[in-house]
């Protein structure tokens, strides 16, 4: 598939820059300084929707490896880690209209690529989601492994909080794209943040209708990363406790 992008009408631009100023009025002290050096590295900064091919990926390849590819919608779980273990960001090539500016059921452009794409240029982050989904691609017919696997994603790449200089700051893409929960993640007293533990997170289910009731906040890119052998370890372990054979 690829990105039509001559098919965006003057409405979807005017959304998605009302979409992009409202995010960018919030996010600075809020958002890792990854993500808002990538912001500039992937030049976002021109709030206009971002064209894969012309815009993105002459400049992201460079820098990590990776690139953003278009996929109609939600792909499959095999499709999925397919093309991120070959560093290959999948992001939808559809926005949200001016109805669904606050809230919509999937993921769409602006929170594929406005919410994800700056971190990928974070080279730490971007071993570790390769990683990630080569080890799921391990395990991608074992639907319980699956599913404490996206836990672990859902915790980091969507909804992860990282100290810095003694701060709490988000990298997470659903929380990025989001005005809401921009402002809730860091400043609400409802939710728990809980310092990054791979066998809690693997058995803590998520929330998708509604703000998140914890967030996981990690030290460091590097310790994401770092944490992959610990991922394989604990998925073996509760493995054996649930009686599946390990993948080959």
Not at 15 to 37: C, E, I, K, N, T
Not at 103 to 128: I, K
Not at 134 to 162: C, N, P, Q, S
Not at 182 to 190: G, K, N, Q, R
Request: glycine share 6%; proline share 6%; charged share 20%.
């Amino acid at each position: 598939m690829i990105q039509n992008y001559s098919a965006y009408t003057p409405d979807d631009q005017a959304v998605w820059g009302m979409l992009f100023r409202r995010q960018m009025h919030r996010l600075p002290g809020r958002a890792s300084q990854a993500y808002m050096d990538g912001i500039v590295a992937t030049g976002f900064p021109n709030e206009a929707i971002p064209d894969f091919e012309r815009d993105l990926n002459p400049r992201l390849l460079p820098l990590t490896g990776w690139r953003v590819v278009a996929v109609p919608g939600l792909i499959g779980n095999r499709e999925f880690f397919e093309l991120m273990a070959d560093r290959q960001f999948p992001a939808t090539t559809w926005l949200r209209t001016r109805e669904q500016l606050d809230y919509l059921p999937e993921p769409d452009m602006f929170h594929d690529t406005f919410g994800h794409v700056p971190v990928l240029t974070n080279q730490h982050f971007c071993d570790f989601l390769a990683a990630l989904s080569r080890i799921a691609l391990k395990h991608v017919d074992h639907e319980e492994t699956i599913d404490m696997i996206a836990r672990l994603y859902w915790y980091t790449v969507e909804f992860g909080l990282i100290r810095e200089n003694g701060q709490l700051r988000i990298y997470g893409g659903g929380i990025l794209s989001s005005p809401g929960e921009t402002i809730y993640a860091l400043e609400s007293d409802v939710p728990r943040r809980t310092n990054y533990d791979v066998a809690t997170l693997l058995q803590t289910p998520y929330v998708i209708d509604r703000f998140q009731q914890q967030y996981f906040v990690i030290d460091s890119y590097e310790q994401l990363y770092e944490s992959v052998p610990e991922i394989e370890q604990q998925l073996e372990r509760l493995l054996l406790v649930t009686g599946e054979s390990p993948a080959a």
